[in-house]
């Protein structure tokens, strides 16, 4: 049972709870920062080296602010998704 | 500066201020009084984690407040104003700090932290690495070494401000400001603390509102449009200032590094996913704590258009309070500077209660491993004071550079805590060979980089901030010590991942 035995490799019964935490993390990484940042980095790339540029008639670094919110929307939905469940310690033999 | 300082702007500030400090005071001695009936082999989980209990406000606030400190009421908006658009243009960076903490890692957080009884990251680390007390100890050692300063970062910062807009000695600011946060963070705990930080997150959002409304509403009516108040800047600052890429990509992508997701890294800032009450709590802090960050974030665009009424500043940092003094009634001002030092002292709160659990979990029961609970009571109370008097007395030597130990402390502490952070809670293979080997190369690293012993980033990361080496070179020691010693023991799996407890 101690460091380095091969009881690692040994199955066991997995909290489903965790199992979606690790989901959500990975649903954090790809839409939080990955698509975000690259939806982000996008404009700074297209508009950055030019002062003047406009879209629309508004400075291009205030489409910054509206890509934030755009995804600001999108994270508050994801949230909105997420499973509701209760805190206890174990699913099954350990007490709360 | 102090030329456009008017009695009743110093009389709005004095009430104002007076008024906040009564209030703090009296969510402090309210605080106490729920401690005090704490059953005392309980105190130590109430006095850092509020029995996980808290509610989604003070969650949200304990995250957004914690992490956004007086860089983003002094600092951010000074870089802002100094720095222009290779700044202005990143203010999406740090908006979604409450969904990364709490959907990312809220979730594992709460249930694992429920099972093991933990009351700061330390905790986690600790039973996730197989009880290694190097890494407890290194975690402990790099939360002092990084958090203590930047603490004190916040002291100065807010007594600056203080000093400027009422004209009373730096000392005196400084004591004011300072005696009343650590009070209220040692008798009240987090539970203190979280109830201060309703308040001061509402001055915070306020602040925000009143520089915006002064500022966009003068600009707009000066300028009549959007694009004209472009031009206008450029008119004033010139267009190498509005020009995004005047600065190395590397180091601006390494700063959407540092304060996008490095946040997820910040002790202080998890602190709320380890003490919320329930998933559906945590799910409205997220909803909360989204729009409020993006509000104030993106409120420090005041500072960048402020370069049209104040294209000179001996200091950066005074944009701010400069905008406040000049564009809002005077009575408004007080409530502007109240915002300020809210951001100050939440974050000084958080990261007291941060340092202190580290010191009381990872040094002082490794070494009393007997205390009693009257003991631990005693010492937690006493450690806490001690931090938040070691910071306030580091601030007395009045630091020049703020940003620059901000910055440092960021980077450090991500350096040294990212991937034991992240490869705790969703690798199974990790083991604490792989976190102990990251966390001192990841501090190497970093700190001969940023000590300019060798030019790491310069010379292999196209001149990115030492924090970007600090965490490739972390990430290649995890790995590397990991899969060259035995995996974790299986108490370590089932205390992680599994559904029932480990047999021992």
Redesign the interface.
Known sequence: MGVGTNSFRLPIEEDPRLKRAFKEFIVMILVGFVLYTVAYWSLLLTYGSNPRALIAGIPWWFYTLFISIAFAVVLLIVTYFMKEEPLDPWIRGGGA | MSGVITPELRLSVALVFSVYLALITILGLYARRVLGKTAIDRFVEEFYVAGRGLGAAVVAFIIAAGLCSVGTFIGGPGLAWFLG?PW?????LQ??MN??VL???G??L??VA??IGAVSLGDVLYERY?RSKLVAILYAIVVAVFLIPYCSVQFVGSARVFEVMTGWPYIVALALAGIITVFYATVGGLRGVGLVLLLQGALMTLCYALLIAGVWGRALSDFG???A???AL?KVAG?EW????RLPVAWV?SQ?IIF??GLIALPHGLMGALAYK???AM?RA??IG??IV?FWT?GIWVAFIGKIYFPQLPVPDHINPMLAMTMLPAGLGGLVFAGIISAAQSTIATMVLVVSSALLRHIYSFVKPTATPAELKRVTMLLTLLVGALAFILALTSPPALEFIIILAIGGTMAALFWPIIFG??W??A??YGAIASMIVGLATYSIDKLKILPISSVLFGGSDPVIPGLVFSLIAFLIATYL???????A??L??????P??
Do not use: C, H
């Not at chain 2, 010693?485 to 108490?491: F, G, I, L, M, V």
């Open positions: 658009m202005a243009a990143l203010m999406g908006i979604f969904f990364y959907y990312g890692m979730k594992k709460g249930i429920r099972r197989d449009s959007l694009a108040i472009n031009e450029i267009e509005m020009n995004f890429f992508f959407w996008n997701l329930s998933v559906k799910k997220i909803y989204i729009p993006t993106y809670l969703y199974r293979r083991n604490k010693t035995p995996p974790p023991s299986r108490r799996i089932q992680f991942w599994g559904a029932t407890p047999e021992d």
